[in-house]
């Protein structure tokens, strides 16, 4: 990132805008503290929520610094292959979990992802996935923290540790003060300011580089050349020469194993959908929230592919990998140079809202596991209802000061993509093949659950420490589409050789947990009442997206 210092010159109106920005954010956390009286409103807002504000916070939950500065960043380094992250590496598992996914989380009324493998495995995966999750999240909301900081030093000049001390306390306020609801409310609010942020940008930026021709010309003739502007075969981006190798490691890589791993399994994200007052509404969630992510890397990672050619100090960096700026600095950049004054204040405004609403996201589903699955079930038992009410919010302070210490970790990135992906390596993609083999196969027990999730991020972690020591030469993001694939297939044939030498659950205790033990009535939505209509279909609605995003695939690749 940039060196410390103010950066942006902000003016008395672009303040303003932040300061009743900030005013909308702590007043929803306000109002939604007024209706916090049970450890269940807290966690998951009373299972009470429409769909189309669980699915408008379940994407914004990850408007976070993944989308924002790591996808622009990836635009600068990469170019158009990144839209993988979204057609590839998002669409279709969101798809995946509204229509088969959603159903027995939400039929079988656990409270986390984790509870899930609970029911499914038992105590031992229970706790290898409750603490797995909680240091992914810690780590990842350090991510988002650290960001946010950058934008108050850029803006104020402040040390950089004191700026993630007030970004901290911030996102702290709100989220501590109504739980569950007041972080999906404000992600709500942060999606339509994010959006009102990144758009001006864009029509800017285009027109600045003249046009899509004039863009498509300038990146043509840099670093990269022309097979950036096209999605397929994406050989920079995966680290592979080979086209056909490039394509397998984005199809299975990031399009199977990553993605289904991070958008099925991941309780940042379910946990939006969990939150809905019905099954219909549960799986609608991320198929609502599925029409807009194919629609938003045009908001993000082309402003990243019009700062690479349009900023001096950025071109520069991509031209010799020296400078004082670096990828991640795009966005803040193109603001710097385009965006006059007001324009400039609500550009913040939706860049410390993908922020907040980021890390929001992961202090509420940390707090939901470590206090539901950790705290509640093996450290304090059997207490009042209140008691882990209290828990929560004094586990969302913890946590908050656990991703200031992690917050300088990303510093060490010029993408974080790099980091972030090595993360999901670890941590989703063998989560995603434990789960997808216990839900289907009911041979799969309770020993196979957690030694395969275990030996699964062992294997990602060898591969990620063959890459960094060379071994393995993985340029890109290569080394974390590997990871994953080797995590998915060591987790695989582990699970089933310990299934093959260990005793299985009953088939009674597996109803609602196994796919072929559950009664098909009980994985239907209803379609009465406020369910009504063909276009509250979840399955309807997922073919018209599934066509949409093939239809993209097409276009640009």
Do not use: C
Request: net charge neutral; hydrophobic share 55%.
């Amino acid at each position: 990132m940039l060196a410390q210092g103010r950066l942006l010159d902000a003016n008395a109106v672009d303040f303003a805008l932040l300061a009743l920005y900030f005013v909308f954010v702590l007043g929803i956390g306000y109002l939604a503290r007024r209706a916090v009286s049970t450890s269940l409103d807290f966690f998951l807002s009373g299972r009470a929520l429409p769909a189309w504000v669980t699915g408008l916070a379940f994407i914004s939950a990850n408007l976070g610094a993944i989308e924002i500065i790591g996808m622009s960043a990836n635009g600068a380094q990469y170019g158009m292959p990144t839209m993988h992250y979204f057609w590839i590496g998002a669409v279709p598992a969101m798809l995946f979990l509204g229509v088969v996914m959603m159903p027995f989380y939400y039929g079988s009324k656990v409270r986390s992802v984790p509870e899930f493998m609970l029911r499914r495995f038992g105590k031992a995966a229970h706790l290898v996935n409750g603490i797995s999750f909680a240091v992914a999240q810690i780590l990842i909301a350090g991510v988002n923290l650290y960001l946010l900081a950058s934008i108050v030093n850029a803006l104020l000049g402040w040390p950089l540790w004191l700026s993630v001390l007030l970004a901290a306390a911030i996102v702290l306020s709100y989220t501590a003060l109504g739980g569950l609801s007041a972080a999906i409310y404000n992600e709500v609010l942060q999606f339509f300011v994010i959006v009102a942020a990144l758009l001006p940008l864009t029509i800017v930026g285009l027109v600045k580089v003249g046009g899509v021709q004039g863009l498509v010309a300038k990146v043509s003739a840099g670093p990269g050349g022309a097979e950036q502007l096209s999605a397929w075969p994406g050989t920079q981006l995966t680290g592979f020469s080979n086209s056909v190798l490039s394509v397998v490691g984005l199809v299975f890589g990031l399009g199977f194993v990553l993605s289904f791993g991070y958008w099925t399994t991941n309780f940042v994200e379910v946990q939006r959908a969990m939150a809905s007052k019905s099954m219909s509404a549960a799986q609608r969630t991320p198929i609502i929230g599925a029409f807009p992510k194919m629609f938003i890397p045009f908001i993000v990672v082309i402003p990243g592919m019009i700062a690479a050619v349009l900023i001096p100090e950025l071109a520069a960096f991509k031209q010799t990998g020296s400078g004082s700026v670096d990828y991640n600095d795009a966005i803040l950049l193109l603001m710097r140079d385009l965006l006059p004054n007001g324009i400039l204040g609500i550009a913040l405004a939706g860049l410390l809202a993908s922020f907040m609403a980021g890390m929001a996201a992961n202090l509420s589903s940390f707090n939901t596991v470590f206090t539901y699955d950790i705290w509640q079930s093996y450290v304090v038992r059997d207490r009042a209802d209140h008691y882990y009410l209290n828990m929560g919010r004094w586990v969302t302070v913890g946590s908050t000061l656990a991703a200031v210490g992690t917050a300088f970790i990303a510093a060490g990135y010029s993408n974080l993509m790099d980091y972030l992906q090595q993360l999901f390596s670890f941590f989703n993609a063998p989560l995603f093949a434990t789960f997808i083999l216990g839900m289907f196969w009911k041979r799969m027990t309770a020993h196979a659950g957690w030694s395969g999730l275990v030996l699964g991020t062992v294997s990602a972690v060898v591969v990620f420490a063959m890459s960094e020591t060379g071994v393995l030469d993985l340029p890109g993001q290569g080394a974390s589409f590997v990871g994953a694939g080797v995590a998915f297939v060591v987790d695989i044939v582990v699970s089933v050789l310990v299934s093959l030498a260990t005793r299985p659950k009953a088939e009674t205790e597996l109803v609602g947990l196994v796919y072929a033990l559950t009664p098909r009535a009980s994985l239907r939505a209803a379609t009465t009442g406020e369910d009504a209509g063909w276009y509250r279909r979840p399955g309807l609605l997922a073919g018209i997206a599934l066509v949409l995003i093939i239809a993209l695939n097409i276009i640009f690749g």
